[in-house]
């Protein structure tokens, strides 16, 4: 069985650029959820996406954005990026979505530094 | 809204030593309460779950977890501690009828394990 996999693992960007972070989910898993981690604290989510639509959205601004694939693999997209962006992003595979009938797989994250 | 408060930052426990590792939450009702490990350039890992029934959660790698709710408790214990348990812990929760994925984390408790 495959695990979550999230591409890249690390990267450096600077102010005001895009980046583009991926995760293939945990195999039969249809639900993908994006947290960031930055450094010293706890994971904050940032959405979830499930049959390709997003469902459900924690306090981040419209510039980080998302897709969800056919094969339910996940995009996460930030633009405009900002320093404060710099941070651990997790991606989380799931089997349904809402109810307490599972866990969250997550992968390794995507390490950004934004300068 | 749901919160969670880890009160140590750090704590370090002698090998063989017995842990326990403190969650406190705030939510109006019975939440789904979780505890997850991180190690060291890792995801995060599942170590038990609370959604109802019996208030004393078993986990993997001998861990075992007790909701208290007239404390707002879910305390983390392991009997004796392993070297190999030296990782960061994190306490998380999540609303009932949102799910299982949005889940608010907290700061986490890095465990030190001396010889």
């Known amino acids: 069985e495959t695990g979550v996999t999230q591409s890249p693992t690390h990267l450096i960007k600077t102010r005001g650029q895009q980046v583009t972070l991926r995760c293939s989910s945990q195999?039969?898993?249809?639900?993908v959820s994006w947290y960031q981690q930055a450094l010293g604290q706890g994971p904050q989510f940032i959405f979830q996406?499930?049959?390709?639509?997003?469902?459900g959205r924690g306090n981040f601004p419209p510039r980080f954005s998302g897709l969800q694939f056919p094969n339910y693999s996940s995009e996460l997209n930030v633009n405009a990026l900002e320093l404060d962006d710099s941070a651990l992003y997790l991606c989380?595979?799931?089997?349904?979505?809402?109810?307490?009938?599972?866990?969250?797989?997550f992968g390794e994250g995507s390490r950004l530094t934004v300068l | 809204a749901q919160s969670v408060t880890q009160p140590d930052i750090h704590i370090t426990v002698s090998e063989g030593a017995s842990l326990e590792l403190r969650c406190n939450y705030s939510?109006?009702?019975?939440?789904?309460l979780f505890w997850y490990v991180q190690s060291p350039g890792q995801g995060l890992q599942l170590l038990l779950k609370?959604?109802?029934?019996?208030?004393l959660v078993q986990g993997i790698k001998g861990f075992e977890a007790e909701f208290k709710r007239s404390q707002s408790s879910f305390n983390l214990r392991k009997p004796s501690v392993h070297w190999s348990d030296a990782a960061e812990y994190f306490c998380?929760?999540?609303?009932?009828?949102?799910?299982?994925?949005?889940?608010?984390f907290g700061t986490g408790t890095r465990l030190l394990v001396s010889p």
């Open positions: 989380a595979s799931s089997l349904t979505a809402g109810g307490p009938t599972g866990e969250l797989f």
């Open positions: 195999s039969g898993h249809n639900t």
């Open positions: 996406y499930y049959r390709e639509e997003e469902n």
């Open positions: 939510y109006g009702a019975t939440p789904y």
């Open positions: 609370y959604f109802s029934g019996d208030t």
């Open positions: 998380a929760v999540g609303a009932r009828g949102t799910g299982f994925q949005k889940l608010v």
